[in-house]
């Protein structure tokens, strides 16, 4: 076994990687940027070394640097965990000719299986069922738009050498191909500095279902049965879960074989995923990722395995520790991806400090326990712009899905993060929804189910703004000290005060009397440890958490957050730039696409520009009718959040 490992990546899965090289007695080496110089996955590790600035390409994919390190630090191997350089078959290859072991398959296996076409071909051979498409070489946009025409749509474009959901785009009509298949290419040469495609038919109801498989150096090949990721966003897993709800014992043995087929055909080496598109009785192979996934820990739940163990064991030429037969399930497990991002914005990542952040009580992975959070962020860190905006794993087990389920949302609803928008409520409105909770599952759950997963704000109950007023009243109670004559509150002697306070778009009633507080005219009993409230509103007990971040108060009361500015009558003033004649960039970006003309009138939606942005291209439309009066940016150009993109002239009507 090694004595000392290089872990060559960042946030949760470096922390992940260490946690089990710490326990099997393993050193560990960190890489970091400049943007990572003070991160957690760095403190978890044993020693660190600085690769260069933040971008990912001047940092954690120069592998010279990373192999440099490893040198210089004694590491006998190097784990890649994903992303970033873990299916790089050139990456792996410079390992194994410096003498360094890589943490992962053989160069020839992710060379297979890298290229989506090629695997696909090579899968035809073995017998895995596949979904009709074109995977051929010639790249000619009108041999791929007569291509998609004979498959029949709808159809979905994929880039031949991506992954994560970037350079992938469904058209539903042969008239939009183009446009689809230019705007794919062109996100897929940024992302994987390769523009081909490959076309598939588009399953209508289809179930994204991927089957662990791990293989040893000694041919032997076993799976870990499957995982479900129907549920997902922008072709990105938002829930994953493990058994598949509705798995047949037959039909997993017939996925699990195929798996291991795929795997054996490309002569593949420790962990992967086989991921299967299905829809009805038929499955259909998409494409294998020669890495660990992220979403493996449910596969750990309801095994009671640790796969990073078993990675580092079968790269030490260890045979697999289990076969086939003695592999079981137990229970069911969920994983929610706790992002920085605004689902009601169409799930924009958001950046900013982790100014608050508590997760629900959790024990290590390796013990039975019903909750394990998988995090490489502490709170007062930073989400930028430089990486996957991705907060925290969170992952819970029970007896069955059903109990599973329940502690998801419980534990959704224990989870507090202040700083930026996240989509932690989003989740908690996924996992109760009646779509999810029976398990009626396709990657078109989101979409078909908008309204119960973005339903119209409603009032905010009382209960939420007597927390708001009483963490007001504790703030300024710690300001004034001990000194009463110095107190901004609204005690006076021998009488009572009534004092408004606005807190969002509602206006309160605080009421200071001889025999304490009336919030609305109801009696108000305040009791608090620091940000945790205890109220009496009445006869009703009310318990929360109140955050202050500037004059917002952030109140996480019965599994939700409610966001409420201080003394600001208007709660979305200024929201809308469009309004006022400009639109601005939502986050950091490059501009990608100017799609039409100063002087040129458009209607209401009609595509402006596109954006790039943490390797995803954003579309900005126009808010109404109107004219575009003058790009303020070229294509190429860096532009921060907020700036201003282009002057924009409403339609005036009569």
Not at 337 to 347: Q, S
Not at 357 to 380: A, C, M, T, Y
Not at 386 to 412: C, N, T
Request: aromatic share 6%.
């Amino acid at each position: 076994m090694f004595t000392k490992i290089l872990i060559a990546n960042r946030g949760e899965i470096a922390c992940r990687v260490a946690h089990t090289a710490k326990r099997m007695g393993i050193k560990t080496v960190a890489v970091y940027s400049d943007a990572d110089a003070g991160s957690k996955h760095v403190a978890a590790c044993d020693e660190a070394v600085h690769l260069g600035p933040a971008p990912a390409k001047e940092s954690y994919l120069v592998m010279e640097k990373i192999l440099a390190a490893a040198k210089a630090t004694g590491a006998q191997a190097i784990h890649p965990g994903y992303g970033f350089l873990s299916e790089n078959e050139d990456f792996a290859e410079a390992c194994d000719k410096a003498g360094i072991v890589f943490i992962g398959p053989p160069a020839s296996a992710i060379s297979a299986m890298g290229l989506k076409s090629e695997a696909k071909t090579r899968m035809q051979k073995a017998n895995v069922p596949l979904v009709p498409g074109y995977h051929g070489a010639d790249q000619s946009p009108a041999l791929l738009q007569k291509e998609a025409d004979r498959i029949g749509y709808p159809v979905l474009i994929k880039a031949s050498a991506g992954g994560g959901g970037k350079g992938m785009r469904a058209v539903e009509k042969s008239e939009d191909f183009a446009a689809a298949l230019e705007s794919c290419k062109r996100e897929a040469s940024s992302a994987f500095g390769d523009d081909a495609v490959l076309i598939e038919k588009y399953l209508t109801k289809p179930r994204h279902i991927e089957v662990q498989v791990f293989a040893d150096r000694h041919g032997e090949c076993v799976y870990l049965f499957e995982r479900d990721c129907s549920v997902q966003r922008r072709h990105q897993k938002v829930l994953e879960e493990a058994p598949a709800p509705g798995m047949t014992d037959a039909r997993r043995k017939a996925m699990g074989e195929a798996a291991v087929a795929a795997a054996k055909a490309v002569g593949y080496v420790g962990a992967g995923t086989v991921e299967f598109i299905s829809e009805g009785d038929q499955f259909f192979f998409m494409e294998m990722n020669t890495r660990l996934q992220v979403e493996h820990p449910v596969t750990e739940a309801i095994t009671g395995l640790d796969l990073v163990e078993w990675q580092l064991r079968v790269a030490a030429g260890e045979p697999l520790p289990k076969t086939q037969d003695r592999l079981k399930i137990h229970g069911h497990a969920l994983e929610a991806r706790l992002y920085a991002e605004n689902p009601e914005k169409g799930f924009l990542p958001s950046i900013g400090t982790l100014s608050h952040l508590s997760f629900p009580l959790h024990i290590p992975f390796e013990k039975v326990g019903n909750v394990r959070v998988d995090s490489g962020v502490r709170e007062g860190d930073a989400i930028t712009p430089f990486y996957d905006p991705m907060i925290a794993k969170l992952i819970v087990w029970g007896e069955d899905r059903q109990q599973a389920i329940m502690r998801m949302s419980e534990a959704l609803g224990q989870t507090q993060i202040v700083g930026l928008s996240t989509n932690v409520t989003f989740l908690k409105r996924l996992v109760e929804s009646k779509a999810f909770s029976s398990g009626d599952l396709d990657t078109g759950l989101i979409a078909k189910n908008h309204a119960e997963l973005f339903p119209e704000e409603k009032g905010v109950p009382d209960a939420v703004l007597a927390l708001a007023t009483a963490a007001v009243l504790a703030r300024e109670g710690r300001r004034a000290g001990s000194d009463p004559w110095s107190s901004r509150t609204g005690w006076r002697v021998n009488h009572t005060y009534v004092r408004g306070l606005r807190l969002g778009a509602h206006e309160v009633q605080l009421t200071y009397g001889h025999t304490g507080y009336r919030f609305n005219g109801t009696k108000l009993k305040v009791s608090n440890q620091g940000e945790n409230f205890h109220l009496m509103l009445g006869e009703q007990p009310v318990r929360g958490t109140v955050v202050f971040e500037g004059e917002t108060l952030n109140v996480f009361h019965g599994g939700l957050c409610t966001q409420l500015d201080l003394f600001d009558p208007i709660a979305h003033a200024g929201e809308d730039d469009a309004h006022g004649g400009k639109l601005v960039a939502p986050m950091p970006g490059k501009i990608v696409a100017l799609l039409t003309k100063s002087g040129v009138a458009v209607k209401k939606g009609t595509a402006l520009l596109v954006m790039e942005a943490m390797k995803m291209e954003h579309t900005i439309t126009a808010p109404s009718d109107g004219t575009v009066s003058e790009y303020l940016f070229s294509a190429g150009d860096q532009v921060a959040e907020g700036a201003e993109l282009l002057k924009f002239a409403l339609q005036v009507t009569s």
